[in-house]
T-cell receptor, first 110, second 118 residues
């Protein structure tokens, strides 16, 4: 079973920031938080990952709470092309499989 | 780099037929895996491999076989297709984090094979 809880769906206006929450209250000290997304039945695409510090890359920012029990993925200026299912995954780095839940379906609206 | 390639893109089988789904990557990744995705569901791991000659079972391995004779290829064999195996199949690959000084274990996914079993 997935170790994370995410809302089933969210809407976001184009150009606005999309904030996608994820709860992972049973996360272990050596587990990272990963985010992937899947656009319209394509293969999933890596977005970002982090352990305990906030992370930012060209796609998104990841904010992890101090107790590490929850996190938020932020797409700073959502576009229509960001419409996708977003998966939050916790795992130990290395040769451990990704375990996907049902994710959050984000709809970016013009 | 072509990345992760999968063939065929679409396949229709009759119950009881066997076939092999092909997956190849040109990134010299040690780790490769197969997932299936049923409608409206997340991906579920079938089998994975951490290197040539090494494979292991995932969450839903029954009815599938794999082998890893080369770093580049990781075929998935359906032994006797059943309607319950109708799904979209994704292959993925990555480096192993910490090996050869690499810090990333980002998984790269192929475009998928859409399989229908009648």
């Amino acid at each position: 079973d997935a170790k994370t809880t995410q809302p089933t769906s969210m809407d976001c206006a184009e150009g606005r920031a999309a904030n996608l929450p994820c709860n992972h209250s049973t996360i272990s000290g050596n587990e990272y938080v990963y985010w992937y997304r899947q656009i319209h039945s394509q293969g999933p695409q890596y977005i970002i990952h982090g352990l305990k510090n906030n992370e930012t890359n060209e796609m998104a920012s990841l904010i992890i709470t101090e107790d590490r029990k929850s996190s938020t993925l932020i797409l700073p200026h959502a576009t229509l092309r960001d419409t996708a299912v977003y998966y939050c995954i916790v795992r130990v780095r290395g040769n451990t499989p990704l375990v996907f839940g049902k994710g959050t379906r984000l709809s970016v609206i013009a | 780099n072509a990345g992760v390639t999968q063939t065929p893109k679409f396949q229709v089988l009759k119950t009881g037929q066997s076939m092999t789904l092909q997956c190849a990557q040109d990134m010299n990744h040690e780790y490769m895996s197969w997932y299936r995705q049923d409608p409206g569901m997340g991906l579920r791991l079938i089998h994975y491999s951490v290197g040539a000659g090494i494979t292991d079972q995932g969450e839903v391995p029954n009815g599938y076989n794999v082998s890893r004779s080369t770093t580049e290829d990781f075929p998935l064999r359906l032994l006797s297709a059943a309607p319950s195996q109708t799904s979209v199949y994704f292959c993925a690959s990555s480096y192993l984090a910490g090996t050869s000084g690499r810090e990333t274990d980002t998984q790269y996914f192929g475009p998928g094979t859409r399989l229908t079993v009648l």
